[in-house]
């Protein structure tokens, strides 16, 4: 079977699906004129960071989609992208869409599925005939990943409130490059980042469609699922603080080495989050002055984690800055710990997602998994001020952050189906 990305794999059955007029070849347009932009031809993994020449070029194309179908397109006051069915003022639309940037050497599905199928969708219900007695939008939110700034949904945050434009100014990318600066030179205001309630005012409801992150649908046999929440989760900095000196002759019994202290940090979280049932990750580490021949002077280090509850993820975090305390004190290692990023749980509001599976099993005649995710989301920093749901595609391998992220085809033209019956549902009765 032909995937989206034009290479083959094994074809699996879409169980849910039904036969629909959905049009392979839009879909499979779009991912096709989508895919080169921000791919390291070394690795395959994407590399769309928040305002670069990628970032722009993705923004360019989603422009180019929205005119295309003749959406009034706009660029709200956060750099969140938005393309109107209907108008903007009427309120209680409907809107969807996810993300277009990636962590660093992302896979193709996470967040650009969601923006792709967002304009199939539309596509569908053209061919369909529907008609809209709500406001459509589309979306595309502006550094979900926080890959560059180190924030996560600095978008749907700041529109929702959720981050100060204070804070927001304060955020540096590794050159030192402010998040102002960056916007700046890529052609956007930021002095005029910050809430927007208004515009949310403006929403009745907001779903984004996205590749599962693991395997929950693979195991069920199921091609599309809904969700139901998302685990808390935050990002903490660790910065050991020891003495550069030269590795040839400095005596080990002489040393205030931090990698030390930081490599036994990263075991106690392993283990913390084992005895837990959670989950910690150190995937990214800054060393100064990161030379092969020099005792480090700094070991920055940052942890995710995430749990099924706030006092668990509470209990695991709490015991793995206790353990990185007592190794830095027994090597003579000074350590901070900032909490930089925190989401708390998120419950998907219950009356949108059981109006979304009565949508679908009324079309389907089939009644999808419901599940849960530890990744975080656009939809979930907006439940807040907002309904908001999700719908989930099947990933066969569950890999995901990586360029072995993967979707069938099959599958996201399963997920465009639903999300084209959802849209129909909610804004076309
Ligand atoms: C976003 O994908 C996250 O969960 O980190
Ligand atoms: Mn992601
Ligand atoms: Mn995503």
Redesign the pocket.
Known sequence: MKRPDGTRGTARPATAARQSPTHPSSFTKMWHDLRPIGRNADTGGYRRYAWTGADADCRTWFQEQAEARGLTYETDRNGNQWAWLGDPAAGDAVVTGSHLDS?PDGGAF?GPLGVVSSFAALDELRARGAEFTRPLALTNFGD??GARFGL?CVGSRLTAGRLTREAAYELRDADGVTLPQAMERAGYDPEAIGPDPERLARVGAFVELHVE?GRALDLSGDPVGIASAIWP?GRWRFDFRGEANHAGTTRLVDRRDPMLSYAETVLAARREAELAGALATFGKIAVEPNGVNAIPSLVRGWL?SRAADQDTLDTVVTAIEKAAREYAEAHGIDLDVVRESFTPVVEFQHALRDEMGEILRERTGGTLPVLGT????DAGILSESIPTAMLFVRNPTGVS?SPAEHADEDDCLAGVRALADVLEGLACR
């Open positions: 962590v996470d979900e990943e996560a992150q989760h995710d530890g990744a975080g989301h952050h």
